[in-house]
């Protein structure tokens, strides 16, 4: 019943942009807190982003800060993550998950939230 899926992933230059997607279905969105997490080859999960639905309260990986944004439309059940002037260092598969009673700046440093996750979408910045 309750899911998360991603989308928006690509290809891209270093120096572009993507706008990512994470639809949720199954569960009233504003409860939970949203997070942006992303996983390289060889590497350990890192958390990139999160956002506090009740109250728009956001939080940023000090790697990604004044050039990533996560946003959320309620109507729609999504929250997105733009991401401009990428770096071949973002690659990695990226995935939203959602937490209930979390603290988003907690998730990101811990690269961790318990409740559910989506299966991720391929993010690859390379000339």
């Known amino acids: 019943q309750v899911q998360l899926v991603e989308s928006g992933g690509g290809l891209v230059q270093p120096g572009g942009s993507l706008r990512l997607s994470c639809a949720a279905s199954?569960?009233?969105?504003?409860?939970?807190?949203i997070g942006w997490f992303r996983q390289a080859p060889g590497k350990e999960r890192e958390g990139v982003s999160c956002i506090t639905i009740s109250d728009g309260s956001t939080y940023y990986a000090d790697s990604v800060k004044g050039r990533f944004a996560i946003s959320n439309d309620n109507a729609k059940k999504t929250v997105y993550l733009q991401m401009n002037s990428l770096k071949p260092d973002d690659t990695a598969v990226y995935y939203c998950?959602?937490?209930?009673?979390?603290?988003?700046?907690?998730?990101?440093?811990?690269?961790?939230?318990?409740?559910?996750w989506g299966q991720g979408t391929q993010v690859t910045v390379s000339s």
């Open positions: 998950a959602t937490g209930t009673h979390s603290n988003c700046a907690e998730s990101v440093i811990t690269a961790f939230l318990d409740d559910y």
């Open positions: 199954g569960f009233t969105l504003d409860d939970y807190v």
